[in-house]
């Protein structure tokens, strides 16, 4: 009995100091998603609406083809722009329906996670701050195919507008009378006119 009493006092024991690991690790957590929301925030009044992704933590096995990998990123899950969590694992030989992925919000994803992937932010900076540059050189290129595109259009436009005015200048109009029917109506007695 004196074993029981023992072994039933050692369980509480850890209960209450797991009890209060448990209170000092939610804060922690807390504190580090308040920093995350911070930055998130800060990433979102950018308005980059550009996605990419760094690696976390990962193996590729050569001989299988197996692959497990995490990465750290900003992407748009549901409606939210966000710093995001994703998993994928598969084998490389299989079809891309077999490969398992699951994605995060940031605060959302489990907490080993979220630990191994703080230490990746300025990789994740960095690679954003790459790709807005990258992206803002695409998209001057696409401008300048826009311009002469609207530019091929404001022409075409211009020719159809003018061949329409010279046919209209060539075809006698219904609502003006031509010389000879003007001619027809001053002839006519002053009964018909009326």
């Not at 003018?162 to 219904?174: D, G, H, L, M, N």
């Amino acid at each position: 009995m004196t074993d029981d009493v023992a072994v039933s006092a050692k369980i509480a024991a850890s209960f209450q100091r797991l009890t209060t690991a448990a209170d000092h690790l939610n804060v922690v957590s807390a504190e580090l998603g308040v920093y995350i929301s911070t930055l998130d925030v800060a990433l979102q009044r950018l308005n980059l609406g550009i996605s990419t992704w760094v690696p976390v933590e990962g193996y590729d096995n050569a001989t299988t083809g197996d692959f497990d990998g995490r990465e750290l990123g900003y992407t748009k899950l549901g409606s939210k722009w966000g710093i995001a969590l994703r998993s994928v694992a598969g084998n490389y030989g299989t079809d891309p329906e077999g490969i398992t992925h699951e994605q995060w919000l940031f605060n959302d994803a489990p907490r080993a996670f979220r630990i191994k992937a703080v230490e990746k932010l300025p990789d994740l900076l960095e690679k954003l701050a790459e790709e807005a540059d990258d992206t803002a050189g695409m998209i001057k290129g696409r401008i300048v195919q826009a311009q002469q595109l609207i530019a091929g259009i404001q022409k075409a436009t211009a020719e159809a507008r003018s061949s329409e005015v010279q046919r209209a200048a060539f075809q006698p109009s219904e609502r003006v009378p031509t010389a000879g029917q003007q001619a027809e109506a001053l002839r006519a007695s002053p009964k018909q006119r009326k």
